[in-house]
């Protein structure tokens, strides 16, 4: 069975949608968890009409990914679950795929949005690219904008 289980999140309402299951099955499973965020480079860029260049403030972003998945972290815990966390910076599949191996997990779960045809040309999709490329099972949870904000409403009344 299912020991250890990385999990995904990019920061958006829709991504956190897999923690309610993460709590169905990982207490009765005794499985630990690794919540994982991943910071995409921001190429330089040049503010028009001046001399300065923007460019990516790697570690402030480091920090606020952990600062981000710390609150969510403690959620699982107070509920018994063991959880790790791990911030990384590259592309999202790739580093996904090596965070699952270096974690030794033997399970990736994720939310989609489940675009297909013209959007998922346009915006491409991580969680396939991890499908596609997963040397472990992947749970992939489709979301919609409706059940995104069900648990969102559901998690502040609460």
Avoid: C, W
């Avoid at 959007?119 to 396939?128: D, Q």
């Amino acid at each position: 069975m299912y020991k250890r289980v990385l999990v995904p999140l990019d920061g958006s309402p829709l991504a956190e949608t897999i923690l309610p299951f993460l709590l169905e099955i990982a207490g009765p499973l005794d499985m630990s968890v690794v919540l994982l965020r991943v910071n995409e480079p921001i190429p330089p860029a040049v503010v028009e009409a001046s001399r300065h260049v923007v460019i990516d403030d790697i570690e402030g972003r480091r920090r606020d990914a952990f600062e981000y998945l710390a609150p969510l972290a403690v959620g699982l815990r107070a509920r018994g679950i063991d959880v790790d966390t791990v911030v990384r910076r590259g592309e999202p599949a790739t580093e996904i795929l090596a965070a699952a191996r270096e974690a030794k997990a033997d399970l990736i779960a994720m939310t989609t949005h489940g675009r297909t045809g013209l959007g998922r040309l346009l915006f491409g999709s991580v969680a396939e690219a991890v499908l596609r490329r997963a040397e472990v099972p992947v749970f992939l949870m489709r979301q919609t904008e409706s059940a995104v904000h069900a648990v969102t409403g559901a998690r502040r009344a609460g």
